[in-house]
């Protein structure tokens, strides 16, 4: 049974309509301009010290409460770049843009937690309200833990949360360890001698390369990887030739990989530039590898795990929490920030995934019933971390 915090139902109708004006104008990457003003505007509003500039558009409220350990609780405010289709009053105005993961909402309950907890600060210390840019492919946290975040804020614990759909409304699933893959990125580029397609023979066929490579990195998970470890190697580009009847001089794949151990990270970067430049050399093409590592394992710590189970159980009750959830091969730059600070990422149930409203769909909308329970998540949590007010 969920028991939300007093005061809820004013605050979700509110949270209803930032969210919402949000979701109508998306903003991506490092462009967030009218979203962090929105976010500043309200966060002063609510009395509390307002710093924005780190990486370009990211805003941190600072609330202070007495002599106290600091903490620090994030939220991403960037969109993607998808057309959205879900027809709804409050879709995209900004065509290309989307709020398709339910950053609009995440926002939404933070501001929400901070206007709560300024006017009942049941707490001794501070909360560094932290609105996060570019969480999607551009690494906004890595940026604003690069800018100074830690040493401007200095916090003893920082604490992420996002919506989860597929887990039930009313649940939480938090796990000390690794609960997000890292995420690399690569690029192999292919170089042979083009010819006419009927004369195969008179040329090096970097498709034919490419294909094969394709192939054998499909086999760095079920033969390089220990059986216990997770890898996840996807090509999802592959360019080559602009024409019937000719076989290309160059070939391109892109993709990303997914793991949870460095060990697992560096095997995986090292097998695939070794198959691709043994395949191509054995079909005459060149191979040049690029690969990128873009977000790192986002990793709980245990003691901050705890803190949150705890608050959380205030929450959705023991019953509502799911301890042991499989850890998901997606990435999150709150890594960045893990890396850093020990803490902990939890995921918030926001109900079925399917009917095309699971995350980076152009259908999805975050499920505002998920408001209040995030809002009193974020409210139980600073009093579970910090010492109660006297």
């Given amino acids: 049974m969920v028991r939300t915090i007093d005061g809820t139902e004013a605050l979700t109708a509110d949270m209803t309509a930032w969210r919402r004006d949000l979701h109508a104008h998306p903003e991506t990457a490092f462009e967030e301009e009218r979203t962090s003003e929105f976010v500043a505007e309200k966060l002063a509003s609510f009395g509390l010290e307002v710093h924005r500039g780190l990486a370009k558009t990211g805003v941190v409220g600072v609330l202070r409460n007495g002599e106290g350990p600091a903490v620090a609780f994030r939220a991403d405010m960037d969109a993607l770049h998808i057309h959205e289709q879900t027809n709804l009053p409050h879709a995209s105005r900004n065509p290309g843009r989307m709020h398709a993961c339910g950053h609009d909402g995440h926002t939404a309950m933070l501001l929400g937690a901070a206007r709560h907890l300024s006017a009942h600060p049941n707490f001794q210390g501070t909360i560094a309200f932290v609105f996060q840019p570019a969480e999607e492919n551009e690494g906004g946290g890595r940026v604003m833990v690069e800018d100074g975040l830690f040493e401007k804020f200095p916090v003893e614990q920082v604490y992420g949360m996002h919506n989860w759909p597929g887990l039930e409304v009313g649940k939480i699933a938090l796990r000390p360890g690794p609960i997000m893959a890292a995420y ?40 390089s990887v220990h059986p216990v470890d997770s890898a996840v190697v996807s090509v999802t580009q592959f360019h080559a030739g602009d024409t019937w009847n000719v076989l290309p001089a160059t070939a391109v794949l892109r993709g990303t990989t997914r793991t949870f151990r460095k060990e697992v990270q560096d095997m995986v970067e090292r097998r695939m530039g070794e198959l691709a430049k043994a395949i191509a050399s054995g079909f005459g093409v060149e191979a040049e590898m690029r690969y990128e590592r873009r977000y790192p394992s986002t990793v709980n710590e245990a003691g901050a795990t705890e803190l949150a189970r705890r608050a959380a159980a205030g929450v959705v009750g023991e019953s509502g929490l799911d301890l042991d959830p499989m850890p998901s091969m997606g990435a999150e730059d709150f890594a960045f920030m893990l890396q850093q600070r020990p803490g902990c990422y939890v995921w ?18 975050f499920n505002d019933a998920v408001l209040p329970i995030g809002l009193s998540y974020w409210v139980r949590l600073a009093e579970t971390v910090l010492p109660r007010a006297a």
């Fill in 348 to 365: 918030v149930g926001a109900g079925p995934s399917d009917g095309g409203r699971n995350l980076h769909s152009p259908h999805y909308d």
């Fill in 184 to 223: 690399d990125i690569f690029e192999l580029t292919l170089t042979g001698k083009g010819t006419h397609a009927a004369m195969p023979h008179l040329g090096t066929d970097t498709i034919l390369a490419g294909t094969q490579i394709v192939n054998a990195w499909q086999t760095i998970a079920s033969r």
